[in-house]
Structure formats: C-alpha cells, structure tokens
C-alpha cells in the first residue's frame, strides 16, 4: 500500500468519514490531528499548497484533497489503484 497522511481534527466530520473509508479500504495511514496546534496547521497549510480546511489527504506524494476529493475517487473508481503502487 502506499504511505498515506491525513491530516484532522478531532471534530471535523468529514475527517471521521475519509479516515473510515480508509478502514474500510484497509488501508492503514498516518493521521496528523491538528486541533490547537497552530505548528501542524501551518505545516500541513504549506503542504497542502495553501490549503487550511481538513481534511487534507496525501497518497504518497500526491495531495489527493479533502474528503470530496477522496469520495469522489473511490465513486469513479480510481482509489484503489492510488492506494497500490505500481511495481515498475
């Protein structure tokens, strides 16, 4: 599987359905929760080319977007082969 970051909040209902899509998808990824810390935020902010909402969603080394983005790729079809790399 390819590395995946999501960035979060504890509130933030839309982080709570991209990270159980990715359960369900057993995907494991790493999760960042930015509530009250300013330091990740921007961190995440500046990764995420100016991007302040969560969730923000990296596979592997491509910013996939928020929760609509990554819905909206597993409705097309395309988020399982993001989430395996290819063996070139």
Same mark, same amino acid.
């Given at each position: 599987?390819?590395?995946?970051?999501?960035?979060t909040?504890?509130?933030?209902?839309?982080c709570?359905?991209?990270?159980?899509?990715?359960r369900k998808?057993n995907?494991?990824?790493?999760e960042i929760?930015v %509530?009250? +810390?300013a !330091?990740?935020r921007?961190?995440? #902010?500046?990764?995420?080319?100016?991007r302040?909402?969560?969730p923000q969603?990296?596979?592997g080394?491509?910013h996939?977007?928020g929760?609509?983005d990554?819905?909206?790729l597993?409705? %097309?079809? +395309?988020? !399982?082969?993001?989430?395996?790399p #290819?063996s070139?």
């Open positions: 599987m390819a590395h995946i970051t999501i960035y909040t504890l509130l933030c209902p839309y709570h359905m991209a990270t159980n899509l990715l998808k995907a494991p990824f790493e929760d %509530t009250a +810390r !330091d990740l921007e961190a995440m #902010r500046a990764k995420a080319a100016g302040n909402t969560v969603i990296f596979i080394d491509e996939v977007g929760w609509d990554l819905f909206a597993e409705t %097309t079809g +395309r988020l !399982d082969a993001k989430l395996t #290819r070139d």
